[in-house]
């Protein structure tokens, strides 16, 4: 198909829409446009035309009907934490906001599934189903005002992806909103499901371009009650990720394993005002064991411990009150904004099969040396996803503008040379959509806009994301 | 679209074949369409008319670039062990055996991956990356002949799907080949990848209906060495599955719970000589705990213990050794044949939320009854994965004809009113078809069918199967 035309949103739409779902779900005012303008990825803003915040899935279907005649574009918004530009009309239209379907349906305790709306922040969610002793696992950085539906969309991970996986994982049933208004449900409170095609998991990661996921039936799993945490010092990031591969090897089954290079840390200490580090360390491993028995728990981290010296840790600090966990977890999840405070940067979201790491950092350290330019690493290392956030630093915005594209094509070149891909848990959106031939075939992005087209045939949802009709 | 019309295999199309990818892949002697006519499925007979079994990707490539020309379908087959008619020709066209690309292409001990071609037997897999300390645990009943290709187009399961999950949660990436003839790549040794829509899990549990998968991306994981299984005696089949729920919430994590009634274990006795069984039990749960650390699964067995017999259980029998563990296992999976010994039957591979077990079989209990049939139940009770077997008993074919589909039938809906589904790991392929509106809506399998036009734009793929075209 051409590359659609699309509708501008007009005064006889809002009045057809505020007909169909109440105006108070409606707003063009300012504020609401400029606020939905921006998400967490550096440099973009695209306002919409219009803001609807529904309270109901046949509102939403309302919305999708006359949206689809009339061939206004709809982009779903969540908590707006994205890294990839998801949420962002960058064909104007309409602001889907799922932030008012925000209800905790049901916690089946007996089934260990949960029912929730699209909007539910993450967070809060996993202090309900904890408080019942049971565990939502998926934890993104931005947990704390990221949604459900968002983290549907884009199929988020966090450190605990390493033992628990990421959040398709957790999802065994939705209720969505195809683009003609049509309720598709999938799945359920179900743990073996092949009753035709697996839809659900195509539109989880899918960045709301198939569908607008409403609600979700998600997989619950038991509560760990205790932790052993440890900060390992390294001379060099190579001996800190080959490690990687011998924890595995050892039998362990980390619930983290985050690698983080000096720089990154020394951003994050500066930050929260904190001295954490070794003199000589270029390079560190966050490792976390969980689970329900403490004296298990003893006697891994006393392996683990062990594995590290003799594998070349230069220490190994374990975090003995929970104080200081909470201290090291504090500053992994400021790394992103700390070092967004050292310069203007571009984050690359590469992974590699996990034995593959040292390589990966070879290339990057290879590739950022050549163009003058410095980046800083840290990221997921037991599933070998690494953030790479390559640094404006000096260098002027005309320039800037040219290098870090370079830049960020030679280092997806050198990732997917090695077996790699451009993205783990940060989406493709408008951000990645120029660089996605360097990971799918030709065969695989004809095959995947015919997908979508035979989803939503005007191309209305999420238009200008993963990648254009041809 | 309309109701495609298919050519036949003539002289033409085989000349053609061979001149591409040599006689010694092509037969139309009798006794090997003869051997592809049948599955295990009950009463299936669909002879192809060619039976291709290709040693490379390229020829599976020219194949179905023939076939896609000329309009002749196409069934790929594994070990024709399925449930389902999966891989059988029930529109005539060519028999697309896989089982001569069978090379285990890559064992990556240091990423905990291996890479296969399609036609692998599971078993030999599975024995392979044992012998290197690593584990692939999907472990369908029929792992002695079926193949990776067939467990992936199928999406099997099996016992230990309740701690380690079925072959979807293992396969990370695919080389296949759509029905054009074009090569598709997906995914890779890769822990995180949101590069795209998640091809991958589209094709795993698509039946063979979507595309042909020459080579898959395995992740792998540390081996157990240590087990604990026992089984247990209930007076009632409510009272073992009630059992279910109660495991979890103790926080233990068994690598199997399976469920069989009374009636299926004394056939799998009788099938394998041996005596084994509870006067009073009405009901058996076979349970296995699995891991490496010798103490802790002695702990955790005898907590499992004491909580069955606080829930009612009328003893605990331990396999304390391996001959006899052994034996329990070989009893479970005698079951199905030992079944089908009794009488000719029709089994349903239910699922529902496992809490919901004592309602599922109630209702099994009450629709048998009243169409005076009886079934034998057995399976996955860990995950709500309960086979049923509906015996023809004393009735004639032709009563037995009406009576079964009407049983089927509404066992299925007491099913999906329960919050279940039709099928968990057989398929729907020609034997569930015309369930499937039972358990999807119509807007679900509209656009099914949009996406199976995506890929496959004549339906030469597999036709027959999951659903028709409108």
Same mark, same amino acid.
């Given at each position: 198909?051409?590359?659609?035309?699309?509708?501008?949103?007009?005064?006889?739409?809002?009045?057809?829409?505020?007909?169909?779902?109440?105006?108070?779900?409606?707003?063009?005012?300012?504020?609401?446009?400029?606020?939905?303008?921006?998400?967490?990825?550096?440099?973009?803003?695209?306002?919409?035309?219009?803001?609807?915040?529904?309270?109901?899935?046949?509102?939403?279907?309302?919305?999708?009907?006359?949206? *689809?005649?009339?061939?206004?574009?709809?982009?779903?918004?969540?908590?707006?934490? $994205?890294?990839?530009?998801?949420?962002?009309?960058?064909?104007?239209?309409?602001?889907? *906001?799922?932030?008012?379907?925000?209800?905790?349906?049901?916690?089946?305790?007996?089934?260990?599934?949960?029912?929730?709306?699209?909007?539910?922040?993450?967070?809060?969610?996993?202090?309900?189903?904890?408080?019942?002793?049971?565990?939502?696992?998926?934890?993104?950085?931005?947990?704390?005002?990221?949604?459900?539906?968002?983290?549907?969309?884009?199929?988020?991970?966090?450190?605990?992806?390493?033992?628990?996986?990421?959040?398709?994982?957790?999802?065994?049933?939705?209720?969505?909103?195809?683009?003609?208004?049509?309720?598709?449900?999938?799945?359920?409170?179900?743990?073996?499901?092949?009753?035709?095609?697996?839809?659900?998991?195509?539109?989880?990661?899918?960045? $709301?371009?198939?569908?607008?996921?409403?609600?979700?039936?998600?997989?619950?799993?038991?509560?760990?009650?205790?932790?052993?945490?440890?900060?390992?010092?390294?001379?060099?990031?190579?001996?800190?990720?080959?490690?990687?591969?011998?924890?595995?090897?050892?039998?362990?089954?980390?619930?983290?394993?985050?690698?983080?290079?000096?720089?990154?840390?020394?951003?994050?200490?500066?930050?929260?005002?904190?001295?954490?580090?070794?003199?000589?360390?270029?390079?560190?491993?966050?490792?976390?064991?969980?689970?329900?028995?403490?004296?298990?728990?003893?006697?891994?981290?006393?392996?683990?411990?062990?594995?590290?010296?003799?594998?070349?840790?230069?220490?190994?600090?374990?975090?003995?009150?929970?104080?200081?966990?909470?201290?090291?977890?504090?500053?992994?999840?400021?790394?992103?904004?700390?070092?967004?405070?050292?310069?203007?940067?571009?984050?690359?979201?590469?992974?590699?099969?996990?034995?593959?790491?040292?390589?990966?950092?070879?290339?990057?350290?290879?590739?950022?040396?050549?163009?003058?330019?410095?980046?800083?690493?840290?990221?997921?290392?037991?599933?070998?996803?690494?953030?790479?956030?390559?640094?404006?630093?000096?260098?002027?915005?005309?320039?800037?503008?040219?290098? *870090?594209?370079?830049?960020?094509?030679?280092?997806?070149?050198?990732?997917?040379?090695?077996?790699?891909?451009?993205?783990?848990?940060?989406?493709?959106?408008?951000?990645?959509?120029?660089?996605?031939?360097?990971?799918?075939?030709?065969?695989?992005?004809?095959?995947?806009?015919?997908?979508?087209?035979?989803?939503?045939?005007?191309?209305?949802?999420?238009? $200008?994301?993963?990648?254009?009709?041809?």
């Amino acid at each position: 198909m051409s590359a659609p035309r699309y509708a501008r949103v007009d005064d006889a739409f809002v009045t057809a829409l505020e007909a169909e779902i109440g105006a108070e779900c409606v707003s063009r005012a300012p504020e609401a446009l400029e606020r939905h303008a921006r998400d967490e990825s550096d440099g973009l803003y695209f306002p919409p035309e219009l803001v609807v915040q529904p309270r109901a899935t046949e509102q939403v279907q309302a919305l999708l009907r006359l949206c *689809s005649e009339r061939r206004v574009p709809v982009t779903p918004a969540g908590g707006r934490t $994205g890294l990839s530009g998801g949420a962002l009309c960058v064909h104007g239209g309409v602001a889907l *906001s799922l932030a008012r379907m925000d209800r905790i349906v049901e916690i089946d305790e007996r089934n260990f599934f949960c029912v929730v709306e699209a909007g539910v922040v993450t967070e809060r969610l996993q202090e309900a189903v904890e408080a019942r002793g049971l565990f939502y696992p998926p934890d993104p950085a931005s947990r704390g005002s990221c949604t459900i539906g968002g983290n549907i969309a884009e199929n988020a991970g966090g450190p605990r992806a390493v033992k628990y996986g990421v959040t398709a994982d957790w999802v065994r049933g939705l209720a969505c909103v195809l683009a003609d208004g049509t309720l598709l449900r999938t799945g359920g409170k179900l743990r073996k499901d092949v009753t035709g095609y697996d839809l659900t998991h195509l539109i989880v990661g899918s960045e $709301g371009t198939l569908a607008v996921v409403t609600r979700a039936w998600l997989r619950l799993t038991t509560r760990p009650t205790a932790f052993r945490t440890a900060l390992v010092p390294f001379a060099s990031a190579e001996a800190a990720v080959a490690l990687v591969p011998a924890i595995a090897h050892a039998g362990l089954d980390p619930a983290a394993i985050e690698f983080m290079e000096r720089a990154a840390l020394e951003a994050a200490c500066a930050q929260l005002g904190v001295r954490v580090g070794h003199d000589e360390a270029q390079a560190y491993l966050l490792i976390e064991l969980d689970g329900t028995d403490e004296a298990r728990l003893d006697r891994e981290i006393e392996r683990l411990g062990e594995l590290c010296l003799e594998r070349g840790a230069l220490d190994v600090w374990l975090a003995l009150e929970p104080g200081r966990r909470r201290e090291l977890w504090a500053l992994r999840r400021a790394m992103g904004e700390a070092v967004k405070r050292l310069s203007a940067y571009r984050e690359e979201d590469t992974v590699v099969p996990r034995a593959r790491l040292a390589e990966a950092l070879a290339a990057v350290g290879r590739i950022t040396a050549r163009h003058g330019v410095r980046a800083i690493t840290y990221g997921h290392a037991g599933d070998g996803n690494i953030h790479v956030n390559v640094l404006q630093g000096e260098l002027d915005p005309e320039r800037w503008a040219t290098v *870090s594209r370079t830049v960020s094509r030679e280092i997806f070149e050198a990732i997917v040379a090695l077996g790699g891909t451009i993205t783990g848990e940060h989406g493709v959106g408008c951000v990645q959509k120029d660089n996605l031939p360097i990971a799918l075939s030709r065969a695989s992005l004809a095959l995947q806009r015919r997908l979508k087209t035979a989803f939503d045939p005007g191309w209305i949802l999420n238009p $200008g994301k993963l990648f254009d009709p041809e």
